[in-house]
């Protein structure tokens, strides 16, 4: 359950934070593109920034909920939800966040599209099907795909509820990021598939 209270003052250092938090996460990641170093697994300067920013979240939802817009406005909304996708590290937290986004979608204060975006995350890290098709991997040809989708054959429809854009158009969009930031597949996939899933129960997304 989402909590609004808070005072203008608490409101402003609340919005500041979040969106410096977003910043330092976007800032190292830009920094590991230029590098080239971004997509060889999960650099662990990107790992610290995702920790530490979770961490912090987690502080924030135990003192006020979700900070969604009519609390921090949209900026900072949308701030907390990036750092909130991003902490793969920290199963608990995400899936906290994404009950308190439940709840915020039904009080109009959460945009549903990040609502299917962070289910699907949260799907796809727990070995479930996501329902959107908004995760993306290397697949065993070497190419950009969608993660396992849960009914694929509606998964149109269901992206159309939400105004999202056909699963093919996604795709492209995708596989033309990934390139212009000289991404390659893996040169071993199957066992960059085991390595992945020893982390996620590392972490404990899965048993």
Excluded: C
Excluded at 19 to 46: K, S
Excluded at 179 to 185: D, I, K, N, S, T
């Amino acid at each position: 359950m989402t909590r609004a209270s808070s005072s203008p003052a608490s409101a402003s250092a609340l919005q500041s934070k979040l969106i410096a938090m977003a910043a330092e996460d976007q800032r190292v990641r830009a920094e590991l593109v230029a590098e080239g170093t971004l997509f060889d697994g999960y650099h662990p300067r990107m790992a610290e920034v995702h920790h530490r920013n979770a961490r912090r979240l987690a502080a924030i939802m135990d003192e006020v909920g979700w900070p969604g817009r009519v609390l921090v406005g949209q900026d900072a909304a949308d701030a907390a939800w990036l750092v909130l996708q991003h902490g793969i590290g920290d199963p608990p937290v995400m899936r906290r966040g994404l009950a308190l986004l439940r709840d915020a979608v039904a009080m109009g204060d959460v945009s549903p599209v990040q609502l299917a975006m962070l289910e699907d995350r949260v799907r796809t890290y727990s070995g479930l099907p996501q329902l959107y098709g908004t995760q993306f991997d290397w697949d065993e040809r070497g190419e950009m795909s969608p993660r396992p989708i849960e009914d694929p054959a509606s998964v149109d429809e269901r992206r159309r509820a939400l105004g999202l854009e056909p699963l093919a158009e996604k795709l492209q969009e995708v596989r033309e990021e990934i390139a212009r930031a000289g991404a390659r597949p893996p040169e071993e996939p199957e066992r960059r598939r085991r390595e992945i899933d020893a982390w996620e129960r590392s972490v404990g997304w899965h048993d």
